[in-house]
């Protein structure tokens, strides 16, 4: 079972940037066959998707309202997963996810039933 803890929330202004963190834990994890996610729920929605990478080789994907703001990086030392937010949003108010799953096809990689664990979340709220 693989154990994910996010970090790095907060209340930020218009603008701002904040960086997520997201600490993978557990021997099951694999470095070859998982992908590590960020999803996000704001208050009254549904979960959506906001990035996503391969951890064998780093390629990344983004949904769209994200792209050109967000960068989604791993160390593969700490076994860790960022996510830097600029110029934030007040839509982008959420409570933030972290979540892995294995053997992800490309075509499936914003899908959350694809992600098998999941941690507990952090809140980012973004104020105007």
């Known amino acids: 079972q693989v154990q994910l803890v996010e970090s790095g929330g907060g209340l930020v202004q218009v603008g701002d940037s904040l960086r997520l963190n997201c600490e993978v834990f557990?021997?099951?994890?694999?470095?070859?066959?998982?992908?590590v996610g960020w999803f996000r729920q704001a208050s009254g929605k549904e979960r959506e998707f906001v990035a996503a990478i391969r951890w064998n080789d780093g390629t990344t994907d983004y949904a769209d309202s994200v792209k050109g703001r967000f960068a989604i990086s791993r160390d593969n030392a700490k076994l860790t997963v960022d996510l830097q937010m600029n110029s934030l949003k007040p839509e982008d108010t959420a409570i933030y996810f972290c979540a892995t799953g294995r053997n992800i096809i490309s075509t499936m990689i914003s899908a959350e039933p694809e992600y098998d664990s999941w941690g507990q979340g952090t809140q980012v709220t973004v104020s105007s």
């Open positions: 557990g021997r099951t994890f694999n470095r070859y066959r998982n992908t």
